[in-house]
């Protein structure tokens, strides 16, 4: 499925768990909730601001699986896109973890505590740059 997110300071975290939370009522009336996690996300034009870096890197791994793919469509303009990709490769270059992806990961967490010996070092998910996707935008941006 294929989902939009348009980032809203007061909104944005709740946006999140409503496309990343699947819920399911029982026949009984009981009801379940359970992450998804989305195996692409399409950034476009929104590496500018570096204020918002971190908020944007935590938006990307909230929404992506590990192993995901994020494809930034961004044409360059000063130092910004830059810092952002230097960011994401600094966090990719230092992500562990278990061997599973997070659902697996939470299922294991619940239902013991995990040794940290088993922890595998892995990016966190892939990163596809398209610098020049639309001859308009770039010429703006030349």
Same mark, same amino acid.
């Given at each position: 499925?294929?989902?939009?997110?348009?980032?809203?300071?007061?909104?944005?975290?709740?946006?999140?768990?409503?496309?990343?939370?699947?819920?399911?009522?029982?026949?009984?009336?009981?009801?379940?909730?359970?992450?998804?996690?989305?195996?692409?996300?399409?950034?476009?034009?929104?590496?500018?601001?570096?204020?918002?870096?971190?908020?944007?890197?935590?938006?990307?791994?909230?929404?992506?699986?590990?192993?995901?793919?994020?494809?930034?469509? !961004?044409?360059?303009?000063?130092? $910004?896109?830059? *810092?952002?990709?230097?960011? /994401?490769?600094? &966090?990719?270059?230092?992500?562990? =973890?278990?061997?599973?992806?997070?659902?697996?990961?939470?299922?294991?967490? !619940?239902?013991?505590?995990?040794? $940290?010996?088993? *922890?595998?070092?892995?990016? /966190?998910?892939? &990163?596809?740059?398209?610098?020049? =996707?639309?001859?308009?935008?770039?010429?703006?941006?030349?």
């Amino acid at each position: 499925s294929c989902h939009t997110l348009l980032w809203k300071l007061k909104n944005g975290q709740q946006d999140i768990i409503d496309i990343t939370t699947t819920t399911t009522t029982t026949t009984d009336g009981n009801t379940t909730s359970k992450q998804k996690y989305m195996d692409l996300c399409l950034i476009s034009d929104c590496i500018h601001f570096t204020n918002f870096h971190g908020a944007l890197l935590a938006t990307i791994a909230r929404l992506l699986k590990i192993h995901g793919k994020a494809i930034l469509c !961004q044409p360059k303009r000063g130092t $910004s896109l830059d *810092l952002f990709l230097e960011l /994401l490769r600094h &966090v990719n270059d230092s992500a562990m =973890y278990h061997g599973e992806d997070k659902e697996q990961q939470e299922q294991k967490q !619940q239902q013991s505590s995990s040794s $940290s010996s088993s *922890l595998k070092p892995c990016p /966190l998910f892939q &990163v596809q740059l398209i610098e020049k =996707y639309d001859d308009t935008v770039t010429s703006l941006h030349e």
